[in-house]
């Protein structure tokens, strides 16, 4: 009954090469996100989509492309991967009503390694 | 600009002594001011919400409080699995409803 989940957990790739990583809720949410933690444990925003639509797109490479097939999922694809795209990129999301309303749900990250 | 500034970056803690955890914030118009656990390989996992100066809220060992340019995480009496990561985070009214967080304290509590 995982609330928000992620795909793959692990990720090791070539510089160069194009990977997505997947993300769905069973929430019921309405706004997505995706953050990105570095090596030094910063989280930062990257994107965040209400119903489908793109809502934030923070000074974010082109290369990386966010994708929201319908409410529950967002999924995060990267071009060209370079060396400095290695980190924890965690996917989160929030509703606007009820208990929690607008409280972030964080999956368990995936963790990407370009080598 | 937002910003949010956490400190100390790293506490060492004994078994039972207690403290507290510093976030200062500048928003432009401060919906709610956030704080969230995060163990080693895992999500952030909220703790609390606070949504205007004078606000207070507690859950077992922890207390949240609220000023205008400030957040305190009071821990009494820790135990050692109060070790993790602590998080604060503001959400702007002009933000939509995403997380600008600080860099976190990282806290040991020893036996």
């Known amino acids: 009954d995982t609330a928000v989940s992620q795909t793959p957990k692990y990720l090791v790739t070539q510089m160069g090469n194009d990977k997505s990583i997947k993300c769905e809720q069973n929430?019921?949410?309405?706004?997505m996100y995706w953050y990105k933690q570095d090596s030094k444990k910063f989280l930062k925003i990257m994107f965040s989509y209400n119903n489908k639509e793109l809502i934030i797109n923070e000074t974010v490479p082109n290369r990386f492309s966010p994708k929201s097939p319908d409410k529950a999922h967002l999924n995060l694809h990267i071009n060209s991967l370079e060396l400095g795209d290695s980190a924890v990129y965690f996917c989160a999301s929030s509703g606007r009503a009820g208990p929690g309303a607008n409280v972030l749900t964080f999956g368990a990250g995936s963790r990407l390694t370009v080598l | 600009e937002d910003q949010v500034t956490q400190s100390p970056e790293a506490l060492r803690l004994q078994e039972g002594e207690s403290s507290s955890l510093n976030c200062s914030y500048t928003?432009?118009?401060?919906?709610?001011l956030f704080w969230y656990r995060q163990d080693p390989g895992k999500g952030p996992e909220f703790l609390f919400t606070l949504y205007s100066a004078g606000e207070e809220k507690e859950k077992e060992r922890l207390k949240a409080t609220l000023t205008k340019k400030e957040s305190f995480l009071h821990i009494t009496a820790p135990k050692p699995e109060d070790s993790a990561t602590y998080l604060c985070?503001?959400?702007?009214?002009?933000?939509?409803?995403?997380?600008?967080f600080g860099k976190g304290t990282s806290l040991l509590v020893t036996p």
């Open positions: 928003v432009s118009g401060l919906r709610g």
């Open positions: 929430l019921g949410h309405d706004t």
């Open positions: 985070a503001v959400q702007a009214w002009d933000s939509g409803y995403a997380l600008n």
